[in-house]
């Protein structure tokens, strides 16, 4: 069966190619926000033709010579999906992709490592992710994959090693079936049974004993019908009569007239609505308490410069959050309750020491606050500006100490600390 008849975004998967620009961007934000809900959901396949779909829409209207940042992030999150789908080659292939549409997209290079580890190519692998790495060398989930992979390489050559000896000198491996003769022995044979002859002779008396009784009820092919006498009486084969115990063990079963209705209601499972008892799909919009907490969680962030850096003691923090656009919602699918949520954000910072009087402000945004993100793996962030400083002698403390480390990181732990709320609360 064609998957595409099956999906729920028939609509946009069918939809033909739109001849403007603002309806192209359209479209690809539609299946953006679908492919996101869909990894949310862990529904592959629906996230898979949603990604291929907003690949064909950029490449139709895109020069493939040219850098295109959104052709490359889709590529990375159509690779994320095919390596959750168990298909590493393709995998790699999408990766590949993103790489070339963008090769400064650090996500490009960390899923063409994770299909390359799929493929058991650890040396490519661990390649593509020291790549990603000097793209973003303060990410700390990238050094774990990076040491885990220098592990792996050491052991693949270890194996390769001990595979060679083995080829070039048969003699020094022992062959373990010649030194261990199995004597395969006959089981002993099973003892008969005895047969009991008191058993069948009984069975046989009743047997004739009821024919002589009944022989004058039933007629030639009520035996084969299936009929017996109970009580005197022609009844079916499966008719079962109770005893006076078993009718005092049972009690009186008849059909009795309910009196308290709220007592019988169904119960149903805890998050899910009356109408929806086999909690296969019911979704719930949060997104007015989301808005709310993830803008206060973020105007939370602060870093101090340690007592190492040139300026120990400054204090960087959020003056305030210019723009937070998303949605959030608490789906129930069969039992398991999926978080979704999608939000980008424009963020003011300042860097303040009152020591030297030395002060800057910028901007700075983050896109993919979304499920496709981690715990730990970090968000993406771009458009980091510094709009007011008060000696431009501070720029290279505020390239290494708020873009690319210190305040960076603790940006993406408010966020992920905000990402545990939301679970702990709904």
């Given at each position: 069966m064609n998957p595409?008849?099956?999906s729920a975004h028939r609509d946009v998967l069918s939809a033909p190619t739109p001849d403007n620009a603002a309806s192209r961007d359209g479209l690809i934000n539609e299946l953006q926000s679908r492919g996101r809900a869909a990894v949310g959901a862990k529904?592959?396949?629906?996230?898979?033709?949603?990604?291929?779909?907003?690949?064909?829409?950029?490449?139709?209207?895109?020069?493939?010579?040219?850098p295109n940042e959104k052709l490359a992030m889709f590529s990375g999150n159509l690779s994320l999906v095919l390596r959750n789908m168990g298909e590493f080659e393709d995998a790699?292939?999408?990766?590949?992709?993103?790489?070339?549409?963008?090769?400064?997209?650090?996500?490009?290079?960390?899923?063409l490592g994770q299909a390359l580890s799929g493929l058991k190519r650890s040396e490519d692998a661990l390649e593509a992710m020291q790549q990603a790495k000097s793209l973003d060398p303060t990410n700390k989930a990238l050094m774990k994959e990076c040491d885990k992979l220098v592990k792996q390489v050491e052991e693949d050559k270890r194996l390769m090693e001990a595979m060679e000896v083995e080829e070039t000198d048969p003699a020094a491996v022992v062959d373990e079936k010649k030194k261990t003769v199995t004597k395969t022995e006959a089981p002993p044979p099973k003892k008969a049974k005895p047969?009991?002859?008191?058993?069948?002779?009984?069975?046989?008396?009743?047997?004739?004993?009821?024919?002589?009784?009944?022989e004058n009820i039933f007629t030639k092919s009520d035996a084969v019908r299936g009929y017996k006498i109970v009580n005197g009486k022609k009844t079916s084969y499966f008719h079962n009569e109770l005893s006076e115990e078993a009718k005092t063990l049972i009690g009186d079963i008849a059909p009795k007239k309910l009196e308290n209705v709220e007592a019988v209601k169904t119960k149903t499972t805890e998050g899910t609505s009356a109408w929806n008892q086999a909690g296969t799909w019911e979704e719930k919009n949060v997104t007015s308490w989301a808005d709310e907490s993830l803008r206060k969680q973020i105007e939370m962030t602060t870093f101090v410069f340690p007592d190492s850096s040139p300026a120990p003691g400054a204090l960087v923090t959020i003056q305030k959050v210019i723009k937070l656009n998303g949605h959030a919602s608490v789906a129930q699918v069969r039992g398991k309750k999926r978080y979704i949520?999608?939000?980008?954000?424009?963020?003011?910072?300042?860097?303040?020491d009152a020591t030297n009087g030395m002060k800057c402000v910028g901007k700075v945004k983050i896109h993919d606050i979304d499920g496709t993100v981690e715990l730990g793996e970090g968000y993406e962030q771009d458009g980091f500006t510094i709009d007011e400083t008060s000696d431009n002698s501070v720029r290279?403390?505020?390239?290494?100490?708020?873009?690319?480390?210190?305040?960076?990181?603790?940006l993406n732990n408010s966020i992920d600390d905000w990402v545990r709320l939301f679970k702990e609360t709904y």
């Open positions: 595409l008849l099956a529904s592959w396949m629906d996230a898979k033709m949603l990604y291929e779909k907003a690949i064909e829409v950029i490449e139709s209207n895109s020069a493939t010579d040219t790699r292939k999408a990766a590949t992709k993103s790489t070339k549409a963008d090769a400064n997209y650090v996500k490009g290079w960390w899923r047969v009991t002859t008191a058993a069948k002779t009984t069975t046989a008396t009743k047997t004739t004993t009821t024919t002589k009784d009944s949520y999608e939000y980008s954000a424009e963020l003011e910072w300042q860097l303040e290279p403390l505020v390239d290494r100490f708020v873009q690319r480390g210190g305040f960076k990181d603790s």
